[in-house]
Structure formats: C-alpha cells, structure tokens
C-alpha cells in the first residue's frame, strides 16, 4: 500500500493499514530522509503514547532507525508529545519521531515526525520522506532491539528532567503553588498524566485527576480530544470537587481544553484568544502571532489594539511552526487546542499552555468565568461552533466542487465579504466572522466551522455550510 502523510505525519487503524511491517517501511523512508538532508549523524529521538501496543510500534521504530545507522535516543515510557519535541533540541538530535495518534479514536496509531528544532515538518519536507518509503519490506534495514541497546545504538532516556527544567524556566510556578487553587485535572487516559502534580503540586494548591490510567479504550470518551462531547464526563467533577479551574489534555499531551468554576467548557477559540491577552496585557510581551484560519478572529482585534502582527496559515503545525521560526512569533495556534510559545519549541505544548492559563489567574486574582469577560471587554464577544461529518469518499470531488463553485450571498443571515482558499473555502461576513468548510488532514471527514458575534446565528450559519457542501438538503 503506498502511505500518505496527513497535516500531522501518519494515521491508521491499527492491524489494518497500521501495522508493524507498514511502520518499519514508514521508519525506513524516514531514515532515508534524514540522511538525504544531513540530518542522519545527528540522531532521532523516538517516543510514544499510551495507545494500545504504542511501546512495542517505538520500539520497532527504533530498530529500524539503528539498522540505518542512526543513533537512537528511545524514551523510557510513556512521554508528552512537547517533551519529546523538546529532547530534539535538548540532545541536539536531527530529528524526532512520536508513536501518537493524539486525538484519533482508540482504533487508531501514528507515526509523527519531527525536524531538527522539535517543530512539525513543513508540507515540501513531509512529501520527501514520503516519495522514499520503500515499497515492501525488502528494502528496509534494521537490528534487534536488545543488540541496538547494549551496543549503544539505542540509548532508553527520560525526557522528563530537562523537559521540566525548560516548563520551569518559562512559568514562575511558586505563586501557583502558592494560591490555594482547587485543579481538576482531565489527561483523558493520557500521557499527561500525573505532570501538573508534578509541577504545581506539593503547595496549598491541589489537583483532583481524573482518568489517568492507562486505558487504550478511553472509556467516558468516544476519543482523547479536549473537546465536547468527549470532556463532558470529566467536566462533571469540577463542581463535585469544587474546582477553580479544569485543565484537559488530548492523549499525547499537546492540545490544552479549559473549563471553567462552574464545569462550563470553555472553547478552543476563547482559550486562543485568552492566551493572546495573557501575553500581550499582562506579561507585556510583544511579537508576531500565528494562527490558521480556522481559528479565532478575536486575535486579529488583540493585534490592531497592541500594535503586533498576526499572520494566518493553512490548518496544522506543518503550517504554523514554520511560520513562526519565519517571524520569531511570540505565539502560534489553531483550532483543535494546540498552542505553541516563544523560547519554547514550536511545537503544541498543552502543559504549557496549561501552566499559563494558572499563571494567568494568578496574576489576575480572576477565575476563567471572569477572565472570559475581561476578554470580551476588549473584543466583543465571539460565538464559534463546529459539525464533523464523515462522507462517502466517492463524493469527495462533488463535494469539493460544491464548495468551490459557492458564491453565497449570505451565511446564517449575514453578508458575505470574501471568500479565502488558503486551506479550504472561508466564507468571511459582514461582523468579520467566518464559515469554513475543509476536509480534515488527519481523518477521513469533512469539517464546517464558524465564528461570529451573533450567537443566535451559529446553528443558522453552520447549517448553511453544510448546504454548500452538499451534506445537507439545501431545501431544508
């Protein structure tokens, strides 16, 4: 079968297209890469959630990167995604490899690689390695795990220490400690867990977990991604413990859901555009901000009132961590919950994230209910939604000649001032809010999503991108 990269590296349902031979053949075209660009003599470090056989896909990973001559640093256990983008940089290695199909359903695995600066490879890089994945098993050389590792190809490391180290130098985590916060923590039986104890724990703030086992089924969710409906059932803890704050993180740790004191999510866009106050109001920085299209507009307003840029992308780190080296961006993000910061690496970072929504709260003495009104305050308020529906991939192309051909004249009521095709079709109205309607990089399904200051017209406008899709009766 040939394999394609998505926005994010290589998913697959497991025993089905995702398969031990599949992955080596995968690891084979990245070894291939690495040593084409130079990047060979520098090493790969290599890691892996908590899905089902994750340990043992790394470990095969391994094997074949070792087999090309490339050495190896393979975590321990279990390891947050950003931490294994940060031991690219921390061990000056060329690039990263991380067993993770992050918010997919427990069906699935996947293979991300990382460059040289722990960032996601840009869309011209990740079509390299694909046009050099050998066809069979034939072409791809490996050696045994336990020789890769005693002869020292292979090294097992703990990317915790100097992960840590990194966090720790970026968030004055003592006044947190120091707060008295009730945190419900939600890493969605997921390789977060545990850290927020480790990093703001021992102080007169303490967390309350919820889910941390491991559990490759991921009961209570139908998959490990921040958002409703799949937070719903840890979100019903905050009032039982009477939590200040709920902090969620996707199953390999890079996305970051909030909800508030009263078991409310807050959404990805408001999180987004909280995060940008937090950076330009109360740490005084000033800097580019990078964000893809399909996120909130309310940073473009940040933008004008604080005199810094904002740069928009296509949809996926591929896009935006190379825009923010490009531009040393203070901040970048999208949609899906994933946020990345200056000094760091330019990869999603949802304990970060995390640790800065606390921070945040500190310095402002406000819980997340509140902090949402003092944003609003300076922008307005923003309503945003979305509808993921799969499709029968024959229509594909109906599909995206349906949308193509759209010239609407209105959306949910309200006026139609551009249409952008920088990552699927963007419908920009009249309030500056936006209807977009792309296929998903990394699932076989069709996304419609808005934003706009008009609450009463979000189910009226996403309805409306369903009809120009085609998904839905436009008589209806």
């Not at 309805?463 to 009766?473: F, H």
């Amino acid at each position: 079968m040939q394999i394609k990269f998505g926005t994010d590296g290589w998913r697959a349902r497991i025993a089905d297209d995702y398969t031990f031979d599949n992955v080596r053949r995968v690891a084979q075209g990245f070894a291939r890469y690495m040593q084409q660009e130079g990047l060979a003599e520098k090493g790969v470090a290599i890691g892996h959630d908590r899905r089902f056989q994750a340990e043992h896909f790394a470990a095969a990973t391994a094997e074949v990167l070792a087999g090309n001559g490339i050495q190896v640093w393979l975590t321990d256990g279990a390891t947050p995604t950003p931490a294994i983008s940060f031991s690219v940089v921390d061990k000056g290695a060329g690039g990263g490899i991380n067993i993770t199909a992050s918010h997919n359903p427990a069906t699935d695995c996947g293979f991300k690689v990382r460059d040289p600066l722990g960032g996601a490879l840009p869309p011209q890089a990740l079509k390299k390695v694909e046009a050099v994945i050998p066809d069979d098993m034939a072409e791809v050389q490996r050696v045994k795990l336990a020789d890769g590792v005693s002869d020292g190809r292979i090294q097992l490391f703990d990317a915790a220490p100097a992960y840590t180290q990194r966090l720790l130098s970026l968030v004055d985590v003592q006044p947190i400690k120091d707060a008295g916060f009730k945190v419900l923590v939600d890493p969605m039986w997921g390789n977060g867990a545990g850290w927020f104890e480790k990093l703001i724990g021992g102080g007169k703030t303490t967390i309350h977990e919820v889910h941390s086992e491991r559990n490759p089924v991921f009961p209570h969710m139908t998959r490990p991604e921040p958002i409703p409906p799949n937070v719903d059932h840890g979100l019903s803890f905050v009032q039982q413990v009477g939590a200040d704050v709920a902090i969620i993180n996707d199953g390999d740790a890079d996305r970051l859901g909030v909800g508030d004191e009263y078991g409310r999510f807050i959404d990805q866009l408001r999180v987004y555009g909280l995060l940008g106050y937090y950076f330009l109001e109360l740490r005084g920085e000033r800097g580019p901000i990078v964000k893809t299209i399909s996120t909130t507009k309310m940073l473009n307003k940040l933008g004008k009132l604080y005199g810094v840029p904002v740069h928009e992308t296509g949809v996926g780190f591929k896009y935006i961590a190379p825009k923010m080296v490009e531009v040393d961006a203070m901040i970048g993000g999208e949609e899906s919950g994933g946020y990345a910061f200056r000094q760091h690496v330019p990869e999603r970072d949802g304990l970060l994230a995390g640790l800065f929504v606390l921070d945040m709260m500190v310095r402002t003495g406000k819980r997340p209910s509140q902090l949402l009104e003092t944003l609003f305050e300076k922008v307005g308020a923003h309503f945003y939604d979305r509808i993921d529906s799969t499709f029968d991939a024959a229509r594909k192309a109906e599909i995206l000649a349906n949308v193509a051909s759209a010239r609407p004249a209105t959306v949910g009521g309200l006026k139609v001032t551009d249409i952008v095709t920088v990552d699927g079709h963007q419908f920009i109205m009249e309030d500056g809010g936006w209807l977009l309607v792309r296929f998903s990089g990394t699932e076989p399904i069709i996304r419609v999503y808005c934003e706009t200051t008009h609450e009463d017209r979000v189910q009226d406008i996403l309805q409306d991108g369903m009809k120009i899709a085609g998904l839905v009766n436009s008589n209806q």
